[in-house]
């Protein structure tokens, strides 16, 4: 975090702000308002089930996830969701449906926000580890891994709920 003015230089001071303690300069109008980080899940499906994979960075190190990632400033959440599942599971998507929208807060004690949604995975012979993943697996949702973040379990119980409310 800043600890200076992005403003004038100043040194940034606590201040009780409209019932929150925020960075503030003493010297300008400069606030230093927290944002959310802006994450996409994606319920990856092939004809034999959904993609998962298996981390090979923290958090969660070792542990089962959907693909997902950051989305960076220049990019639209759909076109994250789709480049994120070229660098995680080697495998181009067709993004689909918006599943839902997440809020939790990181363990830094920074919000995120989550964009979850469908896809249909290209050519399912492309699936593969990504730099990102120790390995990729096909499942169906009753096979799934225990996954290790609540958003992405919250994720794929809508995704779930949704189709069994659609009509067939």
Known sequence: MARYCLECGHELESREIERRLLDACPACAYV??????????????TPAGLVFG???????YGLWCLPGGFVNDDEHPAESAARECAEEIGAEVEVGRLIG??????RDG?????????????????????????????ATPDQAPELVFPLHRRALSDWLLAREQSPA
């Open 54 to 60: 298996r981390r090979a960075i923290e958090p969660g």
């Open 110 to 138: 920074q919000g995120m926000v989550a964009l979850a949604y469908e896809a249909r995975v290209v050519d399912p012979g492309a699936v593969t580890a990504g730099h990102e993943m120790l390995e990729v697996v096909v």
């Open 32 to 45: 230093r308002w927290p944002d959310p980080k802006l994450v996409t899940i994606t319920v990856a499906e």
């Open 101 to 106: 929208i997440y809020h939790t807060m990181r």
